[in-house]
Structures are given as structure tokens and as C-alpha cells.
């Protein structure tokens, strides 16, 4: 019992440890992998002594990922997305006060009214106000210099818009994140909005991230064409 207990906690472990890890897991996925090599680093980094444990518990779970192909649903969705580009953006960081919220309705009734485009996001320790950066010294005279934060500027937004179906489709997000991380770029800020995936960069990195983004769906609707065919 107590050795069936002990073998079932490292395929749980092990398991964890390849979520965790999402490269890893998509090469499992995929048949990629060597498994006697994984084996060995997961023992290390987990410090489980058990060599065949790890190692049947990294083919069973490999089977499991076999019987769906998640990334194929996510090429789906980034297959039929496009990508729009705003610049001049600029993000004001305040206090989480009541007061702020307050003081940011006015704001924000104002701006849909005029049919401009601000976004506020409420943290456990700070509001976030994502707007144009003509409206800059509006909001922070709105919310009162006193509860700033701080203010950045010179960014720009890059948004990913996908079909509906996004929404029933995980991982789309972190798709995108992950790519642009690889490619070292800095995301200043992230909104995921229904349909709509948005990152701001700086300005400097604009080119540089659009270009990762549009590699990314163009790949993606090369996978659709290969399959269609």
C-alpha cells in the first residue's frame, strides 16, 4: 500500500512539473521528447530518487496529451485573427481608493459619450487607466495628482482580434504572451477583452512585436491551409 502511495505522489508530481512547463509539455504532446533524458531532469529538479516511477508516469501522461491536439485549436483561432495597432497611448497608475473610482466615472461617461476609447483596471493595489495620451493630463486632473502613481507614456497598443470562439478556447493568451516573451519583448501591459487579446509595448519595440504577432497568425493560417489540403 505504502509503495503504491508513493508511486502514485510522483506520477502526481511529475505530471505537475510538466504543466508547469509548457514547452516541455508540447513536446510530450507532440512525441518529441526523450523521455529517459526528461526523467533524469524532473529527478533533479524534484529530487525523486525513483527513476522508473518518473519515467512510466511522464509515458502515461504523454499518452493522455496525445488524445488532443490544444494547440491546433489554438492556430484555429489565431488563423482567423487580425491585428490592429494604436499609437500614442499612455497609462496612468493610481491609488485603489473609492474616491479614484469616483472621480474616474466623470471620466469615463464623458469619454464614451465622445465615443473615445479608455480602459481602467481595477488591482489589489493600484487603479490602472490605459487611454490616448491627449487624455493624459485629463485623467490625472481628474484623479487628483495626489493619488498618482506613476504615469508612462509613449506606448502603443497592439491588439490581437479573434472569432468568438476565443472565449471557449484556452491558452489563446498565453500563446501570444509567450512568444512575444521569447522573443525578448517587453509588455508593459496586458488586457484580455472578450474577443480582443492587447498588449502595450513602448514604442521602441512596436515594429519589432508586430512583426512577432504577424508571424505568429501567418503561421498559423499556413497550418489551416496544409490541413485543408
Same mark, same amino acid.
Given at each position: 500500500?505504502?509503495?503504491?502511495?508513493?508511486?502514485?505522489?510522483?506520477?502526481?508530481?511529475?505530471?505537475?512539473?510538466?504543466? &508547469?512547463?509548457?514547452?516541455?509539455?508540447?513536446?510530450?504532446?507532440?512525441?518529441?521528447?526523450?523521455?529517459?533524458?526528461?526523467?533524469?531532469?524532473?529527478?533533479?529538479?524534484?529530487?525523486?530518487?525513483?527513476?522508473?516511477?518518473?519515467?512510466?508516469?511522464?509515458?502515461?501522461?504523454?499518452?493522455?496529451?496525445?488524445?488532443?491536439?490544444?494547440?491546433?485549436?489554438?492556430?484555429?483561432?489565431? &488563423?482567423?485573427?487580425?491585428?490592429?495597432?494604436?499609437?500614442?497611448?499612455?497609462?496612468?497608475?493610481?491609488? @485603489?481608493?473609492?474616491?479614484?473610482?469616483?472621480?474616474?466615472?466623470?471620466?469615463?461617461?464623458?469619454?464614451?459619450?465622445?465615443?473615445?476609447?479608455?480602459?481602467?483596471?481595477?488591482?489589489?493595489?493600484?487603479?490602472?487607466?490605459?487611454?490616448?495620451?491627449?487624455?493624459? @493630463?485629463?485623467?490625472? @486632473?481628474?484623479?487628483?495628482?495626489?493619488?498618482?502613481?506613476?504615469?508612462?507614456?509613449?506606448?502603443?497598443?497592439?491588439?490581437?482580434?479573434?472569432?468568438?470562439?476565443?472565449?471557449?478556447?484556452?491558452?489563446?493568451?498565453?500563446?501570444?504572451?509567450?512568444?512575444?516573451?521569447?522573443?525578448?519583448?517587453?509588455?508593459?501591459?496586458?488586457?484580455?477583452?472578450?474577443?480582443?487579446?492587447?498588449?502595450?509595448? @513602448?514604442?521602441?519595440?512596436?515594429?519589432?512585436?508586430?512583426?512577432?504577432?504577424?508571424?505568429?497568425?501567418?503561421?498559423?493560417?499556413?497550418?489551416?491551409?496544409?490541413?485543408?489540403?
Amino acid at each position: 500500500m505504502k509503495e503504491q502511495s508513493q508511486k502514485e505522489s510522483i506520477a502526481e508530481r511529475t505530471r505537475a512539473y510538466i504543466d &508547469a512547463h509548457p514547452s516541455v509539455k508540447d513536446c510530450i504532446s507532440k512525441d518529441l521528447i526523450n523521455y529517459s533524458s526528461l526523467a533524469r531532469l524532473i529527478m533533479k529538479d524534484l529530487g525523486i530518487k525513483n527513476e522508473e516511477a518518473v519515467m512510466i508516469a511522464c509515458r502515461r501522461y504523454a499518452v493522455k496529451l496525445a488524445k488532443r491536439d490544444h494547440e491546433r485549436d489554438i492556430l484555429r483561432i489565431l &488563423a482567423n485573427s487580425r491585428l490592429e495597432v494604436k499609437t500614442k497611448i499612455c497609462i496612468v497608475t493610481a491609488k @485603489n481608493d473609492w474616491t479614484v473610482l469616483q472621480r474616474l466615472e466623470a471620466v469615463f461617461q464623458k469619454l464614451i459619450n465622445e465615443k473615445a476609447i479608455m480602459q481602467i483596471i481595477q488591482g489589489a493595489q493600484a487603479i490602472t487607466v490605459i487611454a490616448d495620451e491627449k487624455l493624459k @493630463n485629463e485623467v490625472i @486632473n481628474a484623479v487628483g495628482r495626489e493619488n498618482i502613481l506613476k504615469v508612462r507614456q509613449d506606448l502603443v497598443e497592439i491588439t490581437v482580434k479573434s472569432p468568438e470562439r476565443i472565449v471557449e478556447t484556452s491558452g489563446v493568451f498565453a500563446f501570444l504572451a509567450s512568444n512575444l516573451a521569447e522573443n525578448n519583448v517587453n509588455v508593459v501591459e496586458t488586457v484580455s477583452c472578450y474577443t480582443d487579446s492587447i498588449f502595450i509595448v @513602448n514604442e521602441a519595440d512596436m515594429i519589432y512585436a508586430y512583426s512577432i504577432l504577424t508571424r505568429v497568425i501567418e503561421s498559423a493560417e499556413q497550418v489551416e491551409e496544409t490541413v485543408e489540403e
